[in-house]
């Protein structure tokens, strides 16, 4: 579903909160900020309607929905939302990473969800609004972030099923944040999942939509009971291939020094394509580092690793940057991927990340946007 409203029509208002939260409150959240547990103190919402296209813009005091009990989005799952972060860079800039991506990767999911695309310039627009104006909530501890939520529902009211909603909501929040994982980079452990799939051919799996997290947390409590951190899934046809862990990617590490390489499963639209994934497949080469995509089945990841083959395996995304992993359980048993410890090429894939987000790496690819 395309917009009848180009970017440059779009106009926001800007109502600032009468009251936002005292200095001393915010100050002592952004010494221990958690992840995605309070927010700041405004918001931007954007409306869009068959017959109008997207209006209403405003940045506006954080503040709740009113929505009608048979509004569509609670009976059909029409919804999409993206994650990324804004940085609070060692030089004072205040910077966002790759915003322009999610903005394109929103269109993505909108298009698979039959909702309309919000022009990736009034996207962008959305964070700079609201980062400059809550950039007070921009943490500066080792590892901190804002981290931004813009999302899009169905707001008609209904409960017809013969097409799409004819309304929808945008809006971006935000809520500063430490490391997703706490104790950096600490290694987790893994369940491979025999039971759940996260996605089919076919379906929504390469779409940024809640119901693919909905139906995941029955896998991770699985994780979980087996003593494990997260969940890894495999393939829905033959249940044999590596795809995502939880709601990040993985790497394969073979080889080490000068022979390192990486490998993370090819996209075959089961799979979300992580804006994480894509800058390190970009990255890694530049280091000396050797990236491809493939494929690798349970079988092949436990001879890796029994061989030497596999050195490390780890998980990247916008929440939890690069995480290791370090033990691997399953029904057929258990293994540690080398030592069980982070190996030097993922905290040196790590620290290239990090260097570039927080402004102590160059950053030859234009990934970092100013905001201000």
């Known amino acids: 579903m395309t917009t009848t409203s180009p970017a440059s029509e779009i106009a926001f208002d800007v109502l600032v909160s009468d009251h936002p939260r005292p200095a001393a409150d915010r100050a002592e959240i952004l010494a221990a900020p ?44 029409q919804e999409i939302f993206e994650g990324l972060k804004a940085y609070r860079q060692h030089g004072g800039a205040i910077v966002a990473f790759r915003p322009q991506a999610n903005a394109a990767r929103f269109g993505s999911s909108a298009r698979r969800m039959a909702m309309p695309q919000l022009p990736g310039d009034a996207f962008v627009r959305a964070i700079e609004l609201l980062v400059s ?129 990486i490998m993370t499963p090819a996209l075959t639209g ?48 916008t929440a939890a940057v690069i995480t290791p992993v370090g033990k691997v359980k399953s029904p057929a048993g258990e293994w540690l991927v080398g030592d069980g410890s982070p190996g030097p090429v993922t905290l040196r894939l790590r620290e290239e990340l990090l260097g570039l987000q927080y402004g102590d790496r160059p950053d030859p690819h234009g990934w970092i946007h100013k905001i201000c």
């Open 34 to 77: 958690k992840f995605g547990s309070v927010f700041t103190d405004h918001m931007v919402t954007l409306r869009w309607s068959a017959d109008r296209g997207w209006h209403d813009g405003r940045l506006e005091p954080y503040g709740p929905f009113t929505l009608d009990p048979g509004t569509s989005v609670f009976h059909y799952a």
């Open 133 to 261: 104006q809550d950039r007070a909530w921009v943490p500066d501890g080792e590892g901190h972030s804002l981290y931004l939520r813009p999302f899009m529902i169905a707001t008609q009211t209904g409960l017809g099923i013969n097409q799409p909603s004819q309304q929808y909501l945008f809006a971006l929040i935000a809520s500063p944040a430490a490391a997703y994982f706490s104790g950096g980079a600490r290694p987790v452990s893994v369940w491979i999942s025999p039971e759940y799939t996260r996605a089919a051919p076919g379906g929504t799996g390469e779409a940024k939509c809640g119901g693919n997290y909905g139906g995941a947390f029955a896998g991770q409590q699985q994780a979980i009971a087996n003593g494990c951190d997260q969940v890894v899934w495999l393939d829905a046809v033959e249940r044999r291939w590596i795809e995502e862990m939880g709601g990040m990617n993985l790497f394969f590490v073979s080889g080490s020094g000068s022979s390192a390489s």
């Open 270 to 317: 089961t799979m979300l394509p992580g804006i994480t994934r894509d800058s390190l497949l970009t990255l890694a080469p530049g280091l000396g580092i050797k990236a491809e995509e493939g494929r690798i089945s349970v079988d092949e990841w436990r001879a890796g690793c029994a061989s030497g083959e596999i050195s490390e395996v780890f998980a990247c995304g």
